[in-house]
């Protein structure tokens, strides 16, 4: 693109009058937001002059134009001279009070949007052009400073605009500020997450609009978002957010309970899980039309699920309420259609949170049908690396292992799923045909003398077959793909090494069976 973006927004933020500022603005972000989506943002870094100090310059430049103007559109009276970003931003944040019929908060919307977007485009395209920056010349430092943190922190809680029909979603657009704000490793963006974690108790904002009832979709979302970026980058505002909600339901929630006690507490688990459990079951029917946002939002609450459980190990087990609650909803998910790619990337979803699931998990999901759903997942997982062929050792990995460690972890504590699971794979029409393979194969090894057995290929894999697709792993070039293909076959085999071979083939089999000391490998072989 010609015109250079930079200095368009610098332009548009000093000189152009309303309303031609805005619409100025408004197009400046669509143009950024769009190039940011197609992966092209970084050819936005060019400026007339080739010298990366110059770029810096401009850079600095337009984030104290983003700076001001926010701090002006919020208070129509501020005149600060932009010297010491905290105090200034600070007094702001507490001297906020939106007036919607005196103020032009479609601008401002615009001005937070603009702010968001130029911390995502720096972080994402050119904040390795200027690794050597110190944190005083970083110019989203403005930006990330802990007064305008709370600034954001201001105008998402602030309850005039979250109830506000009439103006743009500033709330969503200051939401989105405190990710952009906090989400990254650089010097800058760490201190600003410490900063909102322990400062400005930036996790009381979150969790008071988390429990707002009655928001648009995309707004939650944002939220969501937030958090889960807290419990994996500061695992130490898990309790914060936890201790924060707790206090926050037992005042609105009050419910008599068995011991007399009329406060009710709810954490962060339950609240998210009931967060899900609404975008799941409002209307209209999941996931909804293609500008929809519930399915984002539901994925989003799945890996804040898992990076939760991840971050607090030494927790102890929900209730068994919760836990049971958990479990109907990827029940849920499960046995919803496949035809909506967004239905399937979540599912794809639960498969990761099952990963650590309790055992007793098994016999819930088989009882509500919840098995051959797995199983269909792994069917095309399987298709999409073995028939498709992704070439790529991390990709196939991706694909395929978690389904595989789960379904094996699910066979392995019921028996009841390991018969679900082994005949959809070895499918029960089809096991005379495999019995009478098998007795001709021992009638051989027998003339033979030999006590094992030792069918090089498998006895019944036809080409295409969930069957032929797993074994066709166990050989794969990746050792995680080849090891866990391995562990579900030889668990569905009922450990046993004789039906594993018929079923797989000993030269599929042996480095395997070498691993778990059945087979004498010849010296020097590393198995």
């Known amino acids: 693109?010609?015109?250079?973006?930079?200095?368009?927004?610098?332009?548009?933020?000093?000189?152009?009058?309303?309303?031609?500022?805005?619409?100025?603005?408004?197009?400046?972000?669509?143009?950024?937001?769009?190039?940011?989506?197609?992966?092209?943002?970084?050819?936005?870094?060019?400026t007339t002059n080739d010298d990366s100090?110059?770029?810096?310059?401009t850079l600095k430049s337009a984030a104290d134009r983003l700076?001001?103007?926010?701090?002006?559109?919020?208070?129509?009276?501020?005149?600060?001279?932009?010297?010491?970003?905290n105090e200034e931003a600070d007094e702001v944040a507490n001297d906020i009070q939106?007036?919607?019929?005196?103020?032009?908060?479609?601008f401002l919307s615009e001005v937070l949007r603009a702010a968001g977007l130029f911390?995502?485009?720096?972080?994402?395209?050119?904040?390795?052009?200027?690794?050597?920056?110190?944190?005083?010349?970083?110019?989203?430092?403005?930006?990330?400073?802990?007064?305008?943190?709370?600034?954001?922190?201001?105008?998402?809680?602030?309850?005039?605009?979250?109830?506000?029909?009439?103006?743009?979603?500033?709330?969503?657009?200051?939401?989105?500020?405190?990710?952009?704000?906090?989400?990254?490793?650089?010097?800058?963006?760490?201190?600003?997450?410490?900063?909102f974690v322990h400062s400005i108790d930036g996790c009381t904002y979150l969790m008071r609009t988390l429990l707002k009832g009655d928001q648009p979709v995309p707004r939650i979302f944002s939220v969501v978002r937030n958090v889960h970026h807290l419990i994996s980058a500061a695992p130490e505002s898990i309790p914060k957010m936890e201790k924060t909600l707790e206090t926050l339901t037992a005042e609105e929630f009050s419910v008599e309970t068995e011991d007399g006690n009329d406060k009710k507490k709810y954490g962060l688990l339950e609240v998210l899980v009931a967060t899900l459990a609404w975008a799941l079951r409002s209307d209209p029917p999941f996931p909804g039309d293609p500008a929809d946002r519930r399915s984002d939002l539901a994925l989003e609450i799945l890996r804040s699920l898992f990076a939760m459980d991840a971050g607090k190990p030494s927790m102890p087990l929900p209730s068994n309420d919760t836990m049971t609650q958990i479990g109907m909803m990827l029940c849920e998910i499960l046995r919803l259609s496949n035809a909506d790619i967004r239905v399937y990337q979540c599912k794809l979803a639960v498969v990761t949170l099952l990963l650590n699931a309790p055992g007793e998990y098994s016999g819930y999901l088989a009882s509500h049908d919840g098995i051959k759903p797995l199983v269909n997942i792994m069917a095309y997982q399987l298709s999409t690396v073995v028939v498709e062929r992704t070439a790529n050792s991390a990709e196939d990995a991706a694909a395929v292992v978690p389904i595989l460690l789960v379904l094996s972890k699910l066979c392995q504590s019921n028996?009841?799923?390991?018969?679900?699971?082994?005949?959809?794979?070895?499918?029960?029409?089809?096991?005379?045909?495999?019995?009478?393979?098998?007795?001709?194969?021992?009638?051989?090894?027998?003339?033979?003398?030999?006590?094992?057995?030792?069918?090089?290929?498998?006895?019944d894999a036809p080409r295409g077959t969930v069957r032929w697709k797993l074994i066709r792993l166990m050989t794969w070039i990746d050792s995680s793909v080849k090891?866990?293909?391995?562990?579900?076959?030889?668990?569905?085999?009922?450990?046993?090494?004789?039906?594993?071979?018929?079923?797989?083939?000993?030269?599929?089999?042996?480095?395997?069976?070498?691993n778990k000391g059945l087979v004498n490998m010849p010296a020097g072989v590393n198995v």
């Open 1 to 46: 693109m010609a015109e250079v973006i930079l200095e368009r927004l610098v332009q548009t933020l000093e000189n152009d009058a309303p309303p031609d500022q805005e619409q100025s603005l408004k197009e400046w972000n669509n143009d950024l937001e769009k190039e940011m989506l197609s992966g092209g943002g970084s050819k936005f870094v060019t």
């Open 53 to 57: 100090s110059d770029q810096l310059s």
């Open 67 to 85: 700076y001001t103007s926010l701090l002006a559109a919020v208070s129509p009276g501020y005149v600060g001279d932009g010297v010491d970003s």
């Open 98 to 106: 939106i007036d919607v019929n005196n103020q032009n908060l479609s």
């Open 119 to 195: 911390m995502r485009w720096y972080g994402q395209c050119l904040q390795s052009s200027f690794e050597s920056v110190s944190t005083s010349k970083n110019p989203t430092a403005r930006l990330k400073s802990k007064g305008m943190l709370l600034l954001y922190c201001k105008l998402l809680d602030d309850a005039t605009l979250q109830s506000s029909d009439e103006c743009p979603d500033i709330p969503r657009f200051a939401s989105v500020c405190i990710f952009r704000a906090t989400y990254g490793n650089d010097a800058v963006t760490a201190s600003a997450r410490k900063s």
């Open 415 to 459: 028996a009841t799923v390991l018969q679900m699971v082994k005949d959809e794979v070895f499918p029960p029409e089809f096991e005379d045909r495999f019995a009478e393979k098998v007795a001709a194969e021992m009638a051989k090894m027998q003339s033979d003398g030999q006590s094992k057995a030792k069918n090089m290929a498998p006895l």
């Open 483 to 514: 090891r866990s293909a391995c562990e579900l076959l030889w668990t569905l085999c009922h450990v046993d090494a004789t039906e594993f071979v018929l079923r797989t083939g000993f030269g599929n089999a042996v480095y395997f069976l070498g």
